[in-house]
Every structure is written in C-alpha cells, then in structure tokens.
C-alpha cells in the first residue's frame, strides 16, 4: 500500500493530537474514524428510491417515515451537515 504525507499548519495539528489523545488512539486512526464507511458497491438511484415513489393520501395527519430507509438516511445526512436534525 502506497503512503502519503500532509502538511498541517501547526494549530490544526495540535487540535488533531489533542482530539486523538482524549480517544486513545493514533492520530491516524481519529482521521480514519471520522471518515466515511467504505461502500460495498453504489447502488443505482432507481434502487435507492425503490417504494419511495407514489402518491400521498393529504387526508392522512402525519406525513413522517416511520421506516428508516437508505434514501431517507441519506436525506437526514445532508440535511444534518446544515444543522436540521430529523424530529
């Protein structure tokens, strides 16, 4: 495996060996745990979509999922990097 170097101005890398320290790893291994999990395979759109498409009954009270879904959780990702969280 192929290794690489950063630079890092000497505050971040402060920060990053102090955020390390307080969880008893490497500094390495803080960077890598806040990374995104490694997907098997990209699913195509169709199947992330697949029972989301329809029509909604207006008379009904709650419009919330109640079922978590990888569409769904990928919405509440992106809308939570803007701070709104899911109720």
Known sequence: ????????????YRLLTRAAQDKGISPLDWIVSKL?????????????????IG???SQHKTHLLTKKNAFADGVAAKLAKQGIRRP
């Open 36 to 52: 995104p999990p490694p997907s098997a395979e990209p699913q195509p759109l169709s199947k992330l979509l697949d029972g989301l």
């Open 1 to 12: 495996m192929s290794e690489y170097q950063i630079s890092l101005p000497e505050k971040v």
């Open 55 to 57: 029509s909604i009954n």
